[in-house]
């Protein structure tokens, strides 16, 4: 089975953010890949220090995901897009399924919220699990992923085969560009994705933005902790890699005891 992870360049508008969602997932689509996955919130564009995504709204939101929809049915692939979503109550950072017939399967909220991000969106509170041509995986969006690893432990334990990993982080302007995926001199990310996958014996597949200066790169990592393939840092394109869903027994995660911990943290 292969899954696609899309490395777009941060978009200046929803509008070109849609226009490389298009053809990033033909190039998907033309591989044979079943899934494609965007980086955190792709829509509108993630309000990084230096970056400067359009102004969403309710219904900017509604008519992106209806087009995202109609590339997901045109190119018989399924999308995870990560989005802003507005409610009465806030705004949320979450990352949509569509099916590869262009169904809205649902949506996982990001739910740890880093510190500098609680003056823009509230916080989720449900972890869902989703299935696509027997494929089942979670969803669980940068800060989250890289520091509770309770995000993807729930979904191993659940029977997921691989979590995905939509987030964001690099600068245009300054920094400096990795050169050796998972380097004891690189930020400590590419590590956190090593781990993520060993700790529950399954697959993560994290996906970043291309960036000048990129803090790590879009990367599948097998349930023995290996990186499979990542894209070259600052690279815009489209990483397609084959997985075996038998590999990703979620044993590790399954002998976890919750019991000991009854009393929580």
Known sequence: MKIALASPPFPGSIDQA???????????????????????????????????????????????LKKVCEVAAKNNIAIIIPMDLYRSEGMY???????????????????????????????????????????????TICHEGFRYPESVRWAARKGAHVVFHPHFGGSETEGTTPTEWG??????????????????????????NATRYPDSASSVIAPDGTCLAHQPYGVQGVLVVDIDPALATGYLAKRFKPALYVDGF
């Open 18 to 64: 849609l226009i490389n969602l298009e053809q990033l997932t033909e190039h998907a689509a033309a591989q044979h890949a079943v899934i494609i996955c965007f980086p955190e919130t792709y829509i509108p564009g993630y309000p990084m220090p230096g970056f400067e995504p359009e102004q969403g709204s309710p219904e900017k939101m509604e008519a992106a």
């Open 93 to 139: 950072n979450v990352a949509y399924v569509i099916s590869a017939q262009g169904e809205v399967l649902g949506y996982q909220t990001k739910n740890q919220l880093d510190p500098s991000e609680d003056d823009i969106w509230i916080p989720g509170t449900e972890r869902r699990l989703f299935e696509v041509n027997g494929l089942k995986f979670g969803i």
């Open 183 to 208: 380097s004891m001199s690189n930020a400590y990310y590419e590590k956190a994705m090593m781990m993520r996958a060993l700790e529950n014996t399954i697959y993560f597949a994290s996906v970043n």
